[in-house]
T-cell receptor
């Protein structure tokens, strides 16, 4: 059974203080690893898909990286509007379902 | 691109009534749509997977007679909560996947259901 573990559960940063969120996964044949952002009362917003170890993708202040066991979401010089819950999910080659982690709740303090 | 809408955004209904939630992919064709339920401060729980023109596949523990799913076109799926009870109150979110086998799931904004 696929498993996704995200850490930390919650993270408070000062505006401009860079950090990383971790997503560890166990999957029988990784098809894709996905990062989403979810604001309170909203559906998840797609950020990145990573398919193979060594792959990196960037969008504004966010950068996602992937190894064979984990993914990191690096946030550089965050702003208060980056505050949200960040969700990591994986799919395997056996099915098309997303297996989600429990998320990291990020708060950026002005 | 890849916008998914849901309607209504929130609904309040009386116990025993049925509620229909619509999920539309606005700018792409979705061969597969998914329905999730999310409890407060919890991650998303997959309820069912629906492919256009086929019967939905429900996850273990989800009552298919209570949560009716129809995927009549490549841009529309509906979830009907039949004979709703207070315990069905929740945040329901749909997602749509593009046609390729590696397609990303794009999520709708969610529907807040409150059953009185």
């Amino acid at each position: 059974e696929d498993q996704v573990t995200q850490s930390p559960e919650a993270l408070r940063l000062q505006e401009g203080e860079s950090s990383s969120l971790n997503c560890s996964y166990t999957v029988s044949g990784l098809r894709g690893l996905f990062w989403y952002r979810q604001d309170p009362g909203k559906g998840p917003e797609f950020l990145f898909t990573l398919y193979s170890a060594g792959e990196e993708k960037e969008k504004e202040r966010l950068k996602a990286t992937l190894t064979k066991k984990e993914s990191f979401l690096h946030i550089t010089a965050p702003k208060p509007e980056d505050s949200a819950t960040y969700l990591c999910a994986v799919t395997n080659f056996g099915n098309e379902k997303l297996t989600f982690g429990t998320g990291t709740r990020l708060t950026i303090i002005p | 691109g890849a916008v998914v809408s849901q309607h209504p955004s929130r609904v309040i209904c009386k116990s025993g009534t049925s509620v229909k939630i619509e999920c539309r992919s606005l700018d792409f064709q979705a061969t597969t749509m998914f329905w999730y339920r999310q409890f407060p401060k919890k991650s998303l729980m997959l309820m069912a997977t629906s492919n256009e023109g086929s019967k939905a596949t429900y996850e273990q523990g989800v009552e298919k007679d209570k949560f009716l799913i129809n995927h009549a076109s490549l841009t529309l799926s509906t979830l009907t909560v039949t004979s709703a009870h207070p315990e069905d109150s929740s945040f329901y979110i749909c997602s749509a996947r593009t046609g390729t086998s590696l397609g990303t799931q794009y999520f709708g904004p969610g529907t807040r259901l409150l059953v009185l």
